[in-house]
């Protein structure tokens, strides 16, 4: 499979997208990498411990105490314990970040676990000979009383590459371990390297990936980071210098606004509406303005395994984490659900993040489960609607102008001369009615003066309702 990585830099933002046979697969974000959390490595102080919730605050020298669940921890911990831990999740909103004490380092082709004792291999590494002979290797070369996981790239390592990859991961923990004794006021005790990096070490393969950048100071500095990261061949890293930007030029922006819609729309006419709530992922298939040729059970069973492999695309994305649940359209033929079924499985595998599908429910519904690891396609894009408040609907105009005829009645109760209103013109059209008659009804029954007044600057559930004299 042919992988393009796509890195355009502007001001203090780097953005990066992983195009996989045409399609943007995943999106990353990155504003500024100094203010960063994920993987960092700290030297916290327990400042409380909640049994009930499993779990313990701990200070690592930020506005937000970590969260720390206790069955994350490899001590028992008690209220005054200096601790290393490492920040699994970013703060979200109130919510602090959450680390734990299972520290992990990441190198070229190895993850180094300094308090596991394991050897596990990527399972993107599907080749059973390939995997025998990279598990003996990490066995060889595992530290004692430490754990390795070997990373996707490291498919066709050499024993010497591996082991070389290992020590610069112990030299790396010394300098932690040596921090975390010592006395310095400083809490942070590691930090991951910058966007950039991260995904050419985690990501880039020789032969099979194009890298595509669009300034000519980002051209060499990944040419730079390659030959640091030990890639001895040379690398063609592709310059786009067009009058359009690289993610427009590439389609990628049209697939990034499509992730972001509730609606998105299939190939064959049908969609799915994903609603998503804090618990869960629902996602319904629907056939749309796709009527098939045969019959009904054709169009049906077609529209559902597209819906499938969208359904993965748009999961992975989405960057979407815990409970899915996928509402298909309805299948009588067991065959045609099992289909369904095997679309969606094949189609998840290549999704890097864990996913377990779990079939059908007894209510007809496709359950599975997604590994969280970062934040959320629309919450590193989008903030909540400050009109909306994040729930999506806004009052209608009519009950906007409803709400503006109740207020005007209580204001006029007082002892006012006349009453004036400023709302959109939208709005304004109800309150004053065909011809004026809601707007003669309304003065006829509280006895007072009202003057109406459009204002496109105000949003449509906006409104102002002011008293004033006649004069």
């Given at each position: 499979?042919?992988?393009?990585?796509?890195?355009?830099?502007?001001?203090?933002?780097?953005?990066?997208?992983?195009?996989?046979?045409?399609?943007?697969?995943?999106?990353?974000?990155?504003r500024d990498s100094r203010d960063r959390l994920g993987s960092n490595i700290y030297?916290?102080?327990?400042?409380?411990?909640?049994?009930?919730?499993?779990?313990?605050?701990?200070?690592?020298?930020?506005?937000?105490?970590?969260?720390?669940?206790?069955?994350?921890?490899?001590?028992?911990?008690?209220?005054?314990?200096?601790?290393?831990?490492?920040?699994?999740?970013?703060?979200?909103?109130?919510?602090?970040?959450?680390?734990?004490?299972?520290?992990?380092?990441?190198?070229?082709?190895?993850?180094?676990?300094?308090?596991?004792?394991?050897?596990?291999?990527?399972?993107?590494?599907?080749?059973?000979?390939?995997?025998?002979?990279?598990?003996?290797?990490?066995?060889?070369?595992?530290?004692?009383?430490?754990?390795?996981?070997?990373?996707?790239?490291?498919?066709?390592?050499?024993?010497?590459?591996?082991?070389?990859?290992?020590?610069?991961?112990?030299?790396?923990?010394?300098?932690?371990?040596?921090?975390?004794?010592?006395?310095?006021?400083?809490?942070?005790?590691?930090?991951?390297?910058?966007?950039?990096?991260?995904?050419?070490?985690?990501?880039?393969?020789?032969?099979?990936?194009?890298?595509?950048?669009?300034?000519?100071?980002?051209?060499?500095?990944?040419?730079?980071?390659?030959?640091?990261?030990?890639?001895?061949?040379?690398?063609?890293?592709?310059?786009?210098?067009?009058?359009?930007?690289?993610?427009?030029?590439?389609?990628?922006?049209?697939?990034?606004?499509?992730?972001?819609?509730?609606?998105?729309?299939?190939?064959?006419?049908?969609?799915?509406?994903?609603?998503?709530?804090?618990?869960?992922?629902?996602?319904?298939?629907?056939?749309?303005?796709?009527?098939?040729?045969?019959?009904?059970?054709?169009?049906?069973?077609?529209?559902?395994?597209?819906?499938?492999?969208?359904?993965?695309?748009?999961?992975?994305?989405?960057?979407?984490?815990?409970?899915?649940?996928?509402?298909?359209?309805?299948?009588?033929?067991?065959?045609?659900?099992?289909?369904?079924?095997?679309?969606?499985?094949?189609?998840?595998?290549?999704?890097?993040?864990?996913?377990?599908?779990?079939?059908?429910?007894?209510?007809?519904?496709?359950?599975?489960?997604?590994?969280?690891?970062?934040?959320?396609?629309?919450?590193?894009?989008?903030?909540?609607?400050?009109?909306?408040?994040?729930?999506?609907?806004?009052?209608?105009?009519?009950?906007?102008?409803?709400?503006?005829?109740?207020?005007?009645?209580?204001?006029?109760?007082?002892?006012?001369?006349?009453?004036?209103?400023?709302?959109?013109?939208?709005?304004?059209?109800?309150?004053?009615?065909?011809?004026?008659?809601?707007?003669?009804?309304?003065e006829k029954y509280i006895g007072k003066t009202v003057t109406v007044q459009g204002?496109?600057?105000?949003?449509?559930?906006?409104?102002?309702?002011?008293?004033?004299?006649?004069?």
């Open positions: 499979m042919k992988r393009k990585i796509v890195i355009s830099a502007l001001l203090n933002q780097v953005q990066v997208g992983i195009v996989e046979n045409g399609r943007l697969v995943e999106y990353y974000l990155e030297k916290g102080r327990v400042e409380n411990i909640l049994p009930g919730m499993g779990a313990a605050f701990v200070d690592i020298g930020m506005a937000k105490n970590a969260f720390l669940f206790l069955a994350d921890s490899i001590d028992e911990l008690k209220i005054g314990d200096s601790v290393m831990v490492q920040v699994s999740k970013e703060a979200v909103g109130t919510k602090g970040p959450r680390v734990t004490t299972r520290v992990s380092l990441p190198g070229r082709y190895l993850v180094l676990m300094p308090f596991q004792e394991h050897t596990g291999i990527s399972r993107q590494i599907t080749d059973e000979t390939e995997r025998a002979r990279l598990k003996e290797i990490a066995e060889e070369i595992r530290p004692e009383n430490m754990g390795l996981i070997v990373r996707t790239v490291a498919e066709h390592c050499t024993h010497e590459e591996l082991e070389a990859d290992v020590a610069d991961l112990l030299e790396e923990w010394s300098r932690i371990t040596n921090k975390h004794r010592g006395k310095s006021s400083s809490r942070l005790l590691y930090q991951d390297y910058d966007l950039v990096h991260r995904i050419l070490r985690d990501l880039y393969a020789s032969g099979n990936t194009t890298i595509v950048v669009d300034n000519a100071d980002m051209q060499k500095r990944v040419q730079d980071e390659l030959a640091s990261l030990g890639v001895k061949e040379p690398v063609q890293v592709d310059l786009h210098q067009g009058k359009v930007d690289v993610f427009t030029h590439l389609g990628l922006k049209k697939e990034l606004e499509r992730a972001g819609n509730n609606r998105v729309w299939l190939d064959c006419g049908g969609y799915l509406v994903f609603n998503q709530t804090e618990a869960l992922l629902s996602i319904d298939v629907n056939t749309g303005k796709y009527v098939g040729s045969k019959n009904l059970q054709d169009t049906v069973l077609k529209t559902n395994l597209e819906a499938a492999a969208e359904i993965a695309h748009q999961l992975r994305l989405r960057n979407t984490g815990g409970i899915v649940i996928i509402d298909f359209i309805d299948m009588a033929d067991p065959s045609h659900r099992e289909a369904v079924l095997q679309q969606l499985a094949t189609s998840l595998s290549a999704d890097k993040t864990r996913t377990n599908l779990l079939g059908f429910t007894r209510l007809g519904l496709v359950e599975l489960t997604r590994k969280k690891t970062d934040r959320l396609l629309s919450h590193i894009l989008d903030v909540d609607c400050p009109h909306c408040k994040g729930r999506g609907r806004v009052p209608s105009d009519e009950t906007v102008a409803f709400q503006i005829a109740r207020e005007v009645n209580s204001l006029a109760l007082e002892d006012v001369e006349a009453i004036e209103v400023r709302c959109h013109p939208s709005v304004a059209g109800h309150v004053i009615g065909p011809g004026g008659s809601n707007l003669r009804e309304l204002d496109e600057s105000l949003p449509r559930q906006d409104y102002r309702v002011e008293s004033y004299t006649i004069d």
